[in-house]
């Protein structure tokens, strides 16, 4: 589906992703995991175009997509939800929704986007309570789970996660991994998530790379990297656990 | 006439130049909005508005009905053409090189009216006749009502733009965050564009119902610009309520001090009030301070 090739992102003259390359197919979950600064974000932005890079190659659904516009890579069906959920607080829940379906909106599909955002809130249900509420005064995990639900409402076929669990308590997060992994089964969607959370990521997911100041430095089954000493060491926290334990 | 009917008539004359205020303090948010700049050709677009007006009306003799419409579609193209061909090629846009350029294209406007227009101060008719209407004391202009109506009716289609349709929502969302909205797939160059064509519109339209009042000449556009641009700061910029309040407010203020101390402070009365606003309170009277600063672009 996606498949991006030595991929050199630059911020000025600082180079943040070094010959980056990964793939996701049909219907995979793909965890990218790291530590912080180490690239995770910049590999989205690179795909969705919101940081083009300068060279290397993406392409999904057979088509090119280095160097397009981000709202023209969305239209194409790969919907980013960014770092920090980004939601758009001043606005309503509903009206969140509805742009998250802006470029399918016309007056012909009015019903289906309702029936959308019906499907959004069956969902994610405390949604719906929130509907007329303003997006800003949601607590983190109900914004993620609007930010979840405005991506979903463009009809990806390919979700970018950035760090769901980022800044939420340990319970409200299990809960965010537990409806992805709920979009996985029921929606069927391809996702490529990015984590700080290792091992929740790798748990959700079938394959996964690791990243480190800009390369990718393993590829492999989620199984492999959870069973994998080194990963366990960097980035699972298995040892230091042992010593505690 | 006694005070009090005078200080009516100054709060009625003050309501309606406040009301032109509110409208070119709108045009400044939009556009503050979707770009973060401070757009210092809006007092053009009021100008070139009034004697794009005169022109259709007066010159050529094209009843109200014709005119006002065609102004206001010459003004929304200025606005277009402006964008495409000073904003939007500029490839590393920062604030500061977007404002520069604003104020260049604001020389440019007021040199290209001078020579249609000449330096004369050119006349607008009312739109039903000068005979003033009795009003608790004070005679009313019947052009007062106009500037007031069509105020209204400008301010509510434009919330129901941005409250009830998609464009004006994706607008909003973008002036919330650019790239959030990228994200939606909406064209964030295209809803530049859009505010642009919006802002000159609603310039031409303040334009074109204060001339009958002030008259209109290629170098009024400074003036009315600031004015608006003090109350776009005095409401909080960037904030749609704020600006028509703090419109209203400028221009009654205005009006009163020109009346009740001297006719000589009327435009120092706005300045005072925006220094002040700038020293007191950059966020404006509604604002939250910390978006008190520039948003970056
Ligand atoms: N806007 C930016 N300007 C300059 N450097 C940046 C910018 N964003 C990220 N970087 C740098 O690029 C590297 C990768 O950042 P990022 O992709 O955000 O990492 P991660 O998401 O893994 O935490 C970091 O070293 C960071 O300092
Ligand atoms: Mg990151």
């Known amino acids: 589906m996606l498949r991006i090739k030595n991929i050199n992102t630059y911020y000025g003259k600082v180079h943040a992703l070094k010959n980056v390359s990964i793939h996701v197919n049909v219907g995979e979950i793909v965890a990218l995991i790291g530590a912080n600064g180490a690239g995770k974000t910049t590999v989205l932005n690179s795909i969705s175009g919101i940081t083009p890079p300068r060279e290397g190659e993406a392409i999904f659904k057979g088509v090119n997509i280095l160097g397009l516009p981000t709202d023209q890579i969305v239209k194409m069906g790969i919907s980013q939800i960014p770092e920090g959920r980004q939601i758009f607080a001043p606005l309503t829940v509903s009206t969140n929704l509805e742009l998250g379906a802006y470029h399918r909106y016309s007056r012909k599909n009015k019903s289906s986007l309702k029936k959308d955002i019906e499907d959004v809130f069956s969902f994610f249900p405390i949604l719906r309570e929130r509907r007329n509420q303003i997006a800003g005064t949601l607590s983190g995990g109900e914004q993620q789970m609007l930010a979840i639900g405005r991506a979903l409402m463009s009809k990806p076929s390919l979700l970018l996660l950035d760090e769901p669990s980022m800044g939420l308590a340990p319970m409200i997060s299990k809960d965010i991994f537990r409806m992805i992994s709920r979009l996985k089964d029921e929606l069927k969607t391809t996702i490529l998530i990015v984590e700080q959370n290792a091992k929740a990521a790798l748990q959700l997911a079938d394959r996964g790379y690791v990243i480190e100041t800009g390369k990718i430095i393993m590829e492999e089954s989620s199984k492999g990297l959870l069973n994998n000493k080194e990963v366990q060491r960097a980035y699972l926290g298995k040892e230091k656990k042992e010593i505690w334990e | ?297």
């Open chain 2, 1 to 297: 006439m006694p005070l009090y009917s005078q200080i009516i008539q100054y709060v009625l004359s003050g309501i309606t130049i406040g009301s032109v205020y509110a409208i070119i303090a709108l045009g400044f948010n939009i556009i503050y909005n979707s770009t973060s700049i401070i757009n210092f050709a809006q007092g053009e677009f009021v100008m070139l508005g009034g004697l794009t007006m005169i022109f259709f009306t007066v010159m050529l003799k094209f009843p109200l009905v014709i005119g006002f419409p065609l102004t206001v579609l010459v003004l929304t193209l200025i606005g277009i053409i402006m964008e495409r061909f000073t904003i939007s090629p500029i490839k590393k846009p920062t604030v500061v090189t977007l404002i520069i350029v604003t104020i260049a294209v604001s020389i440019l406007f007021k040199g290209v009216a001078m020579l249609v227009w000449g330096k004369d101060t050119h006349f607008l008719p009312p739109f039903s006749g000068e005979k003033g209407i009795a009003f608790m004391g004070a005679s009313l202009n019947p052009q007062y009502i106009w500037v007031v109506g069509i105020t209204v009716v400008v301010v509510v289609l434009l919330s129901i733009f941005f409250k009830y349709t998609i464009i004006g929502k994706a607008m909003t969302a973008c002036a919330v965050n650019r790239t959030a909205a990228s994200l939606m797939g909406i064209n964030v160059k295209r809803m530049v564009l859009l505010s642009f064509a919006l802002s000159a519109a609603i310039g031409g339209i303040a334009g074109i119902i204060i001339a009958p009042i002030t008259l209109m000449a290629y170098d009024n556009g400074a003036m009315l610009g600031l004015k608006g641009f003090g109350a776009a700061v005095l409401g909080g910029l960037g904030n749609f309520y704020g600006a028509i309040f703090a419109g209203l407010l400028l221009g009654v203020m205005e009006s009163l001090g020109a009346g009740l101390i001297h006719s000589g402070y009327k435009d120092a009365i706005a300045l005072l009030v925006l220094l002040l606003v700038l020293f007191i309170k950059p966020s404006g009277i509604f604002g939250v301070t910390e978006v008190s600063g520039f948003k970056k672009f």
